[in-house]
């Protein structure tokens, strides 16, 4: 085993599949001079020269050029800055990269990572810290992945970019700089998109979450664990096409289920969990189910404020132990 | 203008009219047949602009790419589709090319490169230039790709995203405006203060063209051109081909904006296979019972793609997840 961090793990997941394949390419804002806003694309310009590629400020362009790339046979990844850019260029993600197989009939193959940093950091208030996973999940046509943790960040971005499908992967700000375990170079176990994690097994509630809400979920299984309550936590890791046997599956052991995301609650991807659920599994639960997520409010700059959006995991024990 | 002396071969002439009335044979078709309520959801005709296409493709191979527009059955025909596959796709029947899953306005023919017709208008810069950067800059071949679009879909900002990268880059693309004066119900005068949109390749340092869109040959000489600049490295070229939009924006359009006699005034002075005629004849490279006889053999193809569209059966609806995904 070794310790390196989530940004580490995505460029060790470009590196190999570039090294393997000459038609894979990165382009995106300040990503060959700098290696990434967040050093997240560090050492590739120089291991790939002329295949990490700084564009201009042109979101429509780097998504719909990425789609042009992916038509002609290259295997793009394309990087969004910030996840909250991707309003800009969201024909080019829901009418062209989402529909191009579809509508020509399966002539088309679109693949395609289109990498998304995501989050609140320290203050960066309402354009530049949003958590918009679940816009993503509405759009057939996209797979939609957000690793909570190094070694799943690697592993799933290798799919991602081996998948001819296009894949939307959320990479948590906060988690780039996060460290965890992977086993050496070449041992790691190959991640299949669509499959979640039982990160720890429990037979008194099961706990669902996903990307940098897995602090949360994990946080909160801690601290019920003392009161002796055996949390099960799930890590979703894929929300489109997501694992809802595996879901279900605990849910009918635990009896009860909580959900929790850094994004807003309403119309969030707990919602979908929820709801299917509650329209599979009703029977099986011993209380309500309980959903964790953001208010409906714009993210606040002030730090007094923007506490207030955030979830912590004594949110999720208080509302659990009611669940009893 | 730019109008250029050039020799052509009889069998180059005879190309660029057989394209061009397998166009408009296939559009009056799929017009006769929308209005007789045969032909599902909505189409838009590239009736009196067939030269604009045919021209552009003439210069292009077959690995070269096209993007196209939701006006696109005019695009597909030229760069060489199957025109039976075509009219049952418009039928939306699983012979189409597209198994009945797109249907006029997403059109394609990846084995011709036409990489889609698409809904969206303006929808295509980025794509076409993202394909000549993969092309140039990854893969690593000489291919070259084509954006068509029209004045109204020169307002979109897609537009500059696009022309930028394409000249910051020495991209293999060329831009070719179908000047058609209308965007859907707007004159386009009215919302642009441009006479020429070509005028704004400058802002760029692209060169900007200004052809006759309903001569083939002004259009095929500015396009072949354009292909052997972006070929050579040279980058993009804008191509205005000013042409006018005969039909209403769509099939059954009412066509309230517009005074129809005005139309088809433009239609009998302007009808791009009637310009073909005079100068083929001038040229003398076809004679009018040669092209007559063209005329005739494009009727019996689009009337066998039409029985070819109606002989076809429509998906199986057990079939309607397929494609979504790829795995």
Known sequence: MRKITFAEATQEAMAETMAKDDTIFAMGEDLARQGGIFGQFKGLPQAFPGRIIDTPISETFIIGGGVGAALAGARPVVDMHFADFIGVPMDEVFNQMAKARYMFGGQAKVPLVLRAPDGMTIQGAAQHSQCVEAWFTHIPGVKVVAPSNPYDAKMVLKAAIECDDPVIYFENKILYKEKGELPEKGEEVPYTIGKARVEREGTDVTIVSYSIGMKNARGAADLLAKDGIKAEVIDLITLSPWDKETVLNSVKKTHRLCIVHEAVKQGGFGAEISATVAEQAMEYLDAPILRYGAPFCPIPFAPTLEKMVRVFPEDLVKGIKGMF | ?327
């Open chain 2, 1 to 327: 203008m730019a109008t250029k002396t050039a020799t052509y071969t009889k069998e180059q002439a005879a190309q660029f009219y057989e394209t061009m009335c397998t166009i408009r044979k296939f559009e009056e078709t799929v017009k006769h047949d929308f209005l007789a309520g045969e032909i599902p959801g909505f189409v838009h005709l590239y009736i009196g602009e067939e030269a604009i296409a045919t021209g552009v493709c003439a210069a292009l191979r077959k690995d070269d790419m096209i993007e196209s527009t939701h006006r696109g059955h005019g695009h597909c025909v030229a760069k060489g589709a199957d025109v039976k596959r075509m009219m049952a796709e418009i039928y939306g029947k699983k012979e189409g090319l597209c198994q009945g899953r797109g249907g006029s306005m997403h059109i394609a023919d990846f084995s011709v490169g036409m990489l889609g017709a698409n809904g969206v208008v303006g929808g295509g810069y980025n794509l076409a230039t993202g394909a000549a950067l993969a092309n140039k800059m990854i893969l690593k071949n000489d291919k070259v790709s084509v954006v068509f679009f029209g004045d109204g879909a020169s307002n979109r900002g897609t537009f500059h995203e696009a022309m930028n990268v394409a000249s910051a880059w020495k991209l293999p693309v060329i831009f070719v405006n179908e000047m058609n004066c209308w965007a859907s119900t707007t004159p386009y005068r009215t919302t642009c203060n441009v006479e020429n949109i070509s005028d704004r390749a400058a802002g760029y340092h692209v060169p900007g063209v200004i052809v006759d869109g309903q001569d083939v040959f002004a259009v095929y000489e500015a396009a072949k051109e354009a292909v052997a600049r972006a070929r050579a490295g040279e980058g993009p070229t804008f191509i205005e081909a000013k042409t006018y939009r005969i039909e209403g924006h769509f099939v059954g359009d009412p066509e309230m904006y517009r005074d129809h006699a005005e139309t088809q005034k433009i239609y009998h002075d302007t009808d791009p296979l009637k310009m073909f005629r005079q100068k083929a004849a001038e040229l003398e490279l076809m004679t009018a019972a040669e092209c007559d006889e063209l005329d005739a053999k494009c009727e019996q193809k689009i009337k066998a793609a039409k029985e070819f569209a109606l002989a076809g059966e429509y998906p199986d609806a057990s079939e309607y997840l397929k494609y979504v995904y790829v795995d």
